[in-house]
């Protein structure tokens, strides 16, 4: 049976190149604008450096352990967080500190952040924490003392553990270990 009704619309040329990249512009401007307006473009949030010379003095004055800090770290490191949390002090979530806990955090020259926390208390607890849950990888030995290595579970992180019998140190990072000895080669309870 054909159909014979001649008010029903019927196309009778071909579609063109110029008819399907004008579809496809209709679906692709959109979400190009979307993707730009959600995207997190990484030169909108500058790094912001921290003066953390005064939080270390504080915390040598008041930290019953002698507090570690880099010295002479190469042109181009640029601290980004310092926290000095006596005991007992709000910390986390407004709770108290277990320990007395003092903590800073550089970015490497080629934008790879370190991290040091150095705790009086509950080490284990401080440990598994910044070493995202680490298991035994050897030893280093920085200086004459023997510095344990973690590495996390995904091997992405590496840390390497002081214990002293007044504090734990943890200097952690996403760099192999050589250089976190030469990070943790420099740091020094003087200044």
Request: glycine share 6%.
């Amino acid at each position: 049976m054909v159909c014979e009704d001649k008010d029903v619309a019927r196309t009778t040329r071909q579609a063109t190149a110029g008819d399907i990249i004008r579809s496809l512009a209709l679906i692709v401007i959109p979400l190009a604008v979307i993707a730009i307006i959600f995207t997190n473009v990484p030169d909108d949030h500058p790094v912001k450096e921290v003066d953390w010379q005064p939080v270390l003095a504080t915390a040598r004055k008041q930290a019953p352990f002698e507090v570690l800090a880099p010295t002479n770290l190469p042109e181009g490191w640029r601290a980004t967080r310092v926290n000095w949390v006596p005991q007992g002090r709000p910390y986390l979530n407004g709770e108290a500190s277990p320990r007395n806990l003092w903590q800073i955090g550089f970015l490497s020259p080629d934008d790879v952040y370190i991290d040091l926390n150095q705790g009086d208390a509950r080490p284990q607890e401080m440990v598994d924490q910044q070493s995202r849950e680490g298991t035994p990888d050897g030893n280093s030995v920085i200086a004459g003392q023997t510095w344990q290595r973690l590495v996390s579970p995904d091997g992405r992180t590496r840390s390497l553990v002081l214990h002293d019998p007044s504090a734990t140190v943890v200097v952690s990072a996403d760099l192999p270990y050589e250089a976190l000895e030469a990070y943790a080669s420099t740091l020094s309870s003087t200044h």
